[in-house]
């Protein structure tokens, strides 16, 4: 038994799931226990890059420090997250056409690595450029890694769907997410107690191992054993755009989903308002960052496992969960900001809170991953991720607008808002197919 083997029979062979392929076939589940093992130390490796080089913390404090100048700071979140998925429409046709497609998932966590890497690069050499030279580099570098991560979302699931059965998968995100917040759990406790110095060679160092963490993870997960897929269907440009937005009026379950996901992008966008309800919304103030880095990554750590187990037996009902938990964490903190804001000089509130939305952010992460992979099949999965990331990309891209209501009417309005999200979305999700029944 090899050692990727024996981590799938320490993490699920308790389970009797576990003995059973369902949706494999015989050559495909005899590579399983394997396979299980390698995507678990590959997305573990990713994951703990991503917290080496947390763009919406790390990354905005090292490119501040070195003269990055605002406005290219502000589009740091939002190139990143649109073009990571706003591309998967046009990529899904041609994915579709390689019967191996672990290549795809290698090529992305390249491109994240590199572009990574370029980042610690630029924050040692940053006397070679001027702060507009600066931003101009660094949102070249942030697209590069948006391209590089859509390849990886979308190639991973279909991936994931072909080497590990259903019922399983959910516990290799989960897993992947425990180990790293772990990693970034110390981290984080690093930078706040000062035990790593927040200096720019430093930090710069340390994002440079992120882009290392990800060349890493290519390499394991290039050494998956993949049975060749189905090849036909794969249609490029206007027609494949068309055909699969057909999907959203055709398949009501679809709908279903993209819907429920946008409402829950609540949990994802609230954090930075509150780490600014705090009263330190300074970019460069890391050190003062330092609480709510631990409540992020203690709540990574404490839940991510726990959800992936949760989602292999009812992804809807760890989204209606994950929703719930987000819609009382943010109406906490609306109420506070509108009519007790004095309770704001409690220095463990705000990290509190936080802690309880993103463990809920875990759960909705997981969750709507394990749902889509489980309610596609081989023929369909790669479409269905790419439609409904490309349609939440859009989603994104008027994010935007919560900062300028921030700005007119006070960012307790935004977490109202964030609140009536997070509660329609119970509703939304409680109408999704339980399809880990099915």
Known sequence: MTGFAKLHALLVDDDPSAQVCRDLPESACREQPRNYGVHVVSLSLTRIGEGLADPKLVLAWLLDAIGMPTWAL??????????????????????????????VYVSGCVVQGAAIIGFGLLGWWEQMF?????????????????????????????????????????????????????????????????WIPLTVPVVAGMVALGGLCWMLAALVFGSIREEPGATAGGVDGLAA?????????????????????????????????????????????LGSLGPFMVASAAASLASTYIWGRLADRSSRRVL???????ALANAIAAIVALAMPHLLDAASLLPALLFALMVAHQGVRLGRSVHVVDMADSDNRATYTALSNSVIGLVLLAGGIFGIIAQWLGIGVVLAIFTVMATLAIWAAAGLDDVQAT
């Open 130 to 194: 001027t702060g507009t030279a600066i931003g101009a580099v660094a949102i070249a570098l942030i697209a590069a890694f948006a391209l590089g991560r859509s390849l990886c979302s979308i190639s991973f699931k279909d991936v994931l769907g072909k080497t590990v059965a259903k019922g399983q998968r959910g516990s290799v995100s989960g897993t992947a997410g425990t180990i790293a917040a772990l990693a970034t759990l110390l981290l984080a406790v690093a930078y706040a107690t000062g």
């Open 241 to 285: 755009v068309i055909a699969q937005l057909g999907l959203l009026r055709s398949d009501a379950g679809l709908r279903r989903l993209i819907v429920t996901r946008a409402l829950l992008l609540s949990s994802a966008l609230a954090p930075p308002f509150y780490i600014a309800l705090s009263g330190d919304n300074a970019v460069s103030g």
């Open 74 to 103: 502000g589009l740091l979140v939002p190139v990143r997250e649109s073009l990571a998925m706003l591309p998967q429409l046009a990529i899904a046709a041609r994915i579709r056409r390689l019967p191996i497609r672990k290549t």
């Open 320 to 326: 209606m969960l994950a929703a719930m938990l987000a």
